[in-house]
């Protein structure tokens, strides 16, 4: 069966721009995570969507923001880029709310310049 | 609170043992493991809940202790596809279930 799919995979944007990221789930999976992975700080927790709702977000600044799609589709939005936003963005899905592992996709990297 | 892992990197030869252990100061309600080769996503290897169940699969187990907010994870007669780096993620019981704060990650390189 098909895995996560995060769309694109690379990206290179100027400094001020905006971007936007998006991601498909396994078939059948309601969960959708971002996560934001940087040699400095690690994995960190963007934001989790459950049947279209963001049920839980990270400690980042309103710059990043997301939605979920009725197909359960997602996609995470980044604006006034700045080169700290320079990042591997992660995304994964689990079947349910609940006690489920995650898969996640090969992500987007992101270079901000 | 991010879940702090020890060892920081391991270096092993095939066919030994080793045990990377996750550390929390909040009260949890699971525990995720997750690998990640380089330049690949983390791939997720087993999920522990409250109760000290303990998981596992093939020569990979893993344990939880909910009093200590510690889980271990165990690898048994390690094998070359065993290196990359091992992520503990943790959900706690204060925030919404879908929320996993990860370790910063120990690096396993496993070697003939």
């Known amino acids: ?113 | 609170q991010q879940p702090v892992q020890s060892p920081q990197a391991v270096i092993l030869r095939e066919g030994e043992d080793a045990v990377i252990n996750c550390s929390s100061s909040k009260a949890l309600y699971s525990v995720h493991w997750y690998r990640q080769k380089h330049g690949e996503a983390p791939v997720f290897l087993m999920i522990l809940l409250k109760g000290g169940e303990q998981k596992g699969h093939e020569k990979i187990s893993a344990s939880f202790n909910e009093k200590k907010q510690q889980s271990s994870l165990y690898l048994t007669a390690s094998q070359l596809s065993y290196s990359g780096t091992y992520f503990c993620g943790t959900e706690e019981v204060d925030s919404n279930t879908g929320k996993l704060i990860f370790g910063q990650g120990t690096t396993l390189q496993v070697k003939p």
């Open chain 1, 1 to 113: 069966k098909a895995g996560v799919t995060q769309t694109p995979r690379y990206l290179i944007k100027t400094r001020g721009q905006q971007v936007t990221l998006s991601c498909s789930p396994i078939s059948g999976h309601r969960s959708v995570s971002w996560y934001q992975q940087t040699p400095g700080q690690g994995l960190q927790f963007l934001f989790e969507y459950f049947s279209e709702t963001q049920r839980n977000k990270g400690n980042f600044p309103g710059r990043f923001s997301g939605r979920q799609f009725s197909n359960s589709r997602s996609e995470m939005n980044v604006s006034t880029l700045e080169l700290g936003d320079s990042a591997l963005y992660l995304c994964a899905s689990s079947k349910e709310a609940g006690p489920y592992g995650y898969t996640f996709g090969s992500g987007t990297r992101l270079t901000v310049v």
